[in-house]
């Protein structure tokens, strides 16, 4: 049986940037992807400022618009149109994007199998059989990057987003439309507020087309189809054609969601990081792939005496992703209650528009602001109570 140090599984943002930094330093890395890389995701593609900054790999050729603005409406009415100096996102279209990073890891050393899925893992004393559609590999340690639907999860028992944690679904359509009408949207996403209580639509241009989608927690599910109709006559589209549409859960960790078991560790969106609140994933799956790598070294390099083993990931996930992961929750807890106030205070005050762009260019945090509302933090903590 192919033995390696590590088996990643999924070619996502999690697993290639993982496979990247692993094989960087030296490790031998199987990359398993159930589909044809390049591969579709349903995603907005907006790669966040700070997102962007995290990424130590050069992905500007993937780059299809650079966003400075955002117009935003409450029910579709009343836009109110925020203004940036720097970029605040880049919009890239994920079968590029992705498939660029793991061409990255290949050329680090990656092995990388793709139309392989991972049906289930077993567990031994010096490592981990994985087994796939393609035959069965051996592992010291496997990385589950495998998406919210993980097989890697699954097998440890964990149901990431029924756990206590909320799930998310959005759906997303890529809308072909003229160059002119093209021109309009360039270099600006339009975000509908209200749309459905608590959740948004957005519009993100790419290139040659728009990608427009609507998010909303599991409950609200049904009413998602008829919004995202009501959201895309409200775009200034002229004539235009869906050429791809599909749905997707994002499931959002909860608290006691294991992040390890043994020799195996889950990241990305396969542990439940993603912001609650906005529904960036993107970064979490790159952030936690940075933490993982570290740790996983550290293990494979250790000897059986020297009591090291892979907790030191959930412990950092826990001291470094989550406190974010639970502001945000927090956020996303009173812009459910309260989404005409929140629009209403963007629109009436300019520090509301420059908080959410500071957030979105990594110069500050959720906890950060959370920690500066003092009193006000604890209110929102009460108005959570009970949900986690
Ligand atoms: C509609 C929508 C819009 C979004 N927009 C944004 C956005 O604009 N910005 C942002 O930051 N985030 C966005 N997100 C979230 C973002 O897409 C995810 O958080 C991100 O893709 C997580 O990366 P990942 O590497 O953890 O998982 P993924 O990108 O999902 O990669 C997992 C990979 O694992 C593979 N896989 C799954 N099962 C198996 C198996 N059994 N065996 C082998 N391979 C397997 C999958 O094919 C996939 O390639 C959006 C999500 C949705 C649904």
Same mark, same amino acid.
């Given at each position: 049986m192919p033995s390696y140090d590590v088996i990643v599984v999924g070619a996502g943002p999690a697993g290639a940037i993982l496979s990247y930094e692993l094989s960087r330093e030296g490790m031998s890395v199987l990359l398993l992807e159930k589909e044809k890389l390049p591969r579709y995701k349903c995603c907005a593609g907006g790669v966040t400022a700070h997102c962007a900054a995290l990424l130590d790999l050069d992905a500007s050729d993937t780059v299809e618009d650079t966003i400075y603005s955002a117009g935003v409406t409450y029910k579709f009415k009343d836009e109110y149109v925020g203004r940036s100096e720097r970029p605040l996102a880049y919009m890239v279209m994920r079968s590029n994007f992705d498939n660029l990073l793991v061409e990255k890891a290949r050329e680090k050393g990656t092995t990388i199998i793709d139309e392989c899925r991972v049906m289930g893992l077993r567990m031994e004393d010096d490592g981990v059989t994985v087994m796939a559609e393609r035959g069965r590999f051996h592992a010291r340690v496997v990385a589950g990057a495998d998406g919210p639907y993980s097989a890697v999860a699954? #097998? =440890?028992g964990i149901r990431v987003g029924t756990d206590g944690g909320p799930s998310t679904a959005a759906i997303e359509a890529e809308v072909a439309i003229s160059a002119a009408e093209m021109e309009k949207h360039r270099a600006t996403v339009s975000l509908d507020l209200g749309c459905i209580p608590g959740d948004y639509a957005w519009t993100f241009p790419k290139r040659e087309h728009l990608s427009i989608g609507i998010g909303c927690s599991s409950p609200q599910s049904k009413k998602l189809k008829r919004q995202f109709g009501k959201f895309l006559a409200t775009q200034r589209l002229g004539d235009y054609a869906i050429t791809k549409f599909s749905g997707h859960l994002m499931p959002i960790r909860g608290v006691k969601s294991p992040l390890q078991q043994g020799r195996v560790l889950l990241l990305g969106d396969a542990a439940g990081l993603i912001d609650p609140l906005s529904g960036e994933g993107i970064y979490y799956a790159i952030w936690s792939a940075h933490l993982a790598a570290p740790v $996983?070294?550290?293990? =494979?390099?250790s000897s059986p005496g020297d009591d090291i083993d892979l907790r030191d990931y959930a412990l950092r996930v !826990? #001291? !470094? $992703?989550?406190? !974010? /992961?639970e502001a945000a929750y927090l956020a996303s807890r009173i812009f459910k209650r309260f989404p005409f106030l929140t629009f209403k205070a963007l629109q009436k005050d300019e520090r509301v528009w420059r908080g959410c762009t500071r957030l979105i260019c990594g110069e500050t945090s959720y906890s950060a602001i959370r920690?500066? /509302? *003092? *009193?006000?933090g604890k209110i929102a903590a009460l108005l959570s109570r009970g949900k986690r």
């Open positions: 699954r #097998s =440890l $996983i070294r550290n293990f =494979l390099d !826990e #001291s !470094e $992703i989550m406190p !974010e /992961l920690k500066s /509302l *003092g *009193g006000w």
